[in-house]
């Protein structure tokens, strides 16, 4: 059996590190939007707390934006199996939102894998396709 030369082992671990530190991205990803999903169910239930005290909605301090307040598209598979049923192969921000997820989760999943997803973004409007 051959040895490796130094330049092969370069290439092995170059790899082996590539997939290590995608897969670690996507999982931090993952650790990310619970995080961020449990932040929004606990402050939905400070707002149902300040409405119940003062009998007002709690006013949100966000800036307004074009989110209907759609969920997040749960995942790159899913994003695949949407882009796969669209006409043209291609979803842009009407179909993200009839599909009942938002385009800014779309193209969150989209730039986090630009080997799998090619995208574009115009403000509030956008679209996402497989490449």
Known sequence: MA???AQEKIAEIRANAAAEIARLMEEALAELHDKRKAAEATLQGINEAIEELTGKPARSKRGGGASKGLPDVPSAAAL???INKAEGKKLTRKGINAAG???????????????????????????????
């Open 101 to 131: 997820y938002s385009l800014k989760s779309a193209l969150e999943l989209a730039k986090g894998d630009k080997e799998t997803f090619g995208f574009k973004q115009n403000k509030a409007q956008g679209e996402v396709w497989l490449k």
């Open 80 to 82: 695949k199996s949407l």
């Open 3 to 5: 040895t490796k030369t």
